[in-house]
C-alpha cells in the first residue's frame, strides 16, 4: 500500500508542478507579490496531495517564537518537505538556494522573480560576501529568510557541518536568529521513492541572542536544532496525517 500510495503521489506532484511553472510564466508580467502568493497555492497543492495520497499530515510547533518582520530562519533539511512548508508559514519568505536550482527554466525564471537568494556553494568568501549583501536587501524590507545550514539534506540521525553563512547574515544585520528542527526525514526521506504515512512535526525554537560571538553562535544554533531533531526522533511517530495549529493561515 505504502508504494502504491508513494507512486500516485510522485504521479501527479511532478505534472503538477510542471503546470505550475508554465501556468506561472504569466505573473512574470506582474509584480513579484503575485508570484509569492500563487506560489503559496503551489505549496498548499502539494501539501493536499501529500496527505491524501501518504496520509502524511503537518503540526508546526513554536510559531509564537517567529518574530515579528525581519528574521533569519535556520532549519534542518531533511526533505523536499522542508523547501515547501515556509511557504506556508511566514509571508513572502526568501530562500538561500543552490545556484543550480535556478538554472532549470520556468522554474528558475518564477525563483529569481520571488526574490530568493542563490548562492554558488563552492564559491568561497567572494559567495559568503554575496549571500551578505543579497540578503541585507531582503532584511531591508522586512521579509523572513530561510537557510539551511547544513546546505544539503541529510538523512535521518546525520549530522553535517553548518555553514558559517547563516550567522552571517544575521550579524550583518542584527535580526533574530530562529533555529528550527524537524522530523520530516521519518515520512519524506532524501532521494527515497517511499514516503511512510504519519505527521510530519516542525519545531520553531526560540531565538538566538543577537549578540553572541559567530563562533559561539554557530556552536549554539547546531547544538539546540541537532538536540530538538534527537527529542523529535525519540518520540512516537504520530499514526494519521492531520494539518493542525492553523497551518494554512496567514502569518
Not at 508570484?35 to 503551489?42: D, K, M, S, V
Request: hydrophobic share 45%.
Amino acid at each position: 500500500m505504502t508504494f502504491l500510495r508513494s507512486m500516485l503521489f510522485n504521479l501527479l506532484f511532478l505534472p503538477f508542478t510542471a503546470l505550475a511553472c508554465i501556468v506561472g510564466q504569466v505573473l512574470l508580467l506582474g509584480p513579484p507579490v503575485r508570484i509569492q502568493a500563487y506560489a503559496r497555492g503551489w505549496a498548499r497543492g502539494v501539501l493536499w496531495l501529500l496527505r491524501t495520497t501518504c496520509g502524511i499530515g503537518v503540526r508546526i510547533e513554536g510559531r509564537e517564537h517567529l518574530p515579528y518582520g525581519a528574521a533569519v530562519i535556520a532549519s534542518k533539511h531533511q526533505s523536499t518537505f522542508d523547501a515547501i512548508i515556509w511557504l506556508l508559514v511566514v509571508d513572502c519568505p526568501a530562500y538561500v538556494l543552490k545556484q543550480e536550482l535556478i538554472r532549470p527554466p520556468l522554474w528558475g525564471t518564477l525563483v529569481q522573480r520571488c526574490g530568493h537568494i542563490a548562492v554558488e556553494r563552492k564559491g568561497g568568501v567572494a559567495a559568503l560576501r554575496g549571500l551578505v549583501r543579497a540578503s541585507q536587501a531582503v532584511l531591508a524590507a522586512q521579509r523572513k529568510i530561510v537557510i539551511f545550514p547544513e546546505g544539503t539534506r541529510t538523512e535521518p540521525g546525520q549530522r553535517a557541518r553548518y555553514h558559517p553563512g547563516v550567522a552571517a547574515i544575521a550579524e550583518a544585520r542584527r535580526v533574530p536568529l530562529v533555529p528550527v528542527a524537524t522530523d520530516s526525514g521519518r515520512f519524506w526521506r532524501r532521494r527515497a521513492f517511499h514516503k511512510q504515512p504519519g505527521t510530519i512535526t516542525v519545531s520553531i525554537l526560540p531565538p538566538l541572542p543577537a549578540n553572541l560571538p559567530r563562533a559561539a553562535l554557530m556552536e549554539r544554533l547546531q547544538a539546540v536544532i541537532e538536540a530538538e531533531t534527537a527529542r523529535l526522533y525519540d518520540s512516537p511517530a504520530s499514526g494519521s496525517g492531520h494539518e493542525r495549529g492553523g497551518l494554512f493561515r496567514g502569518q
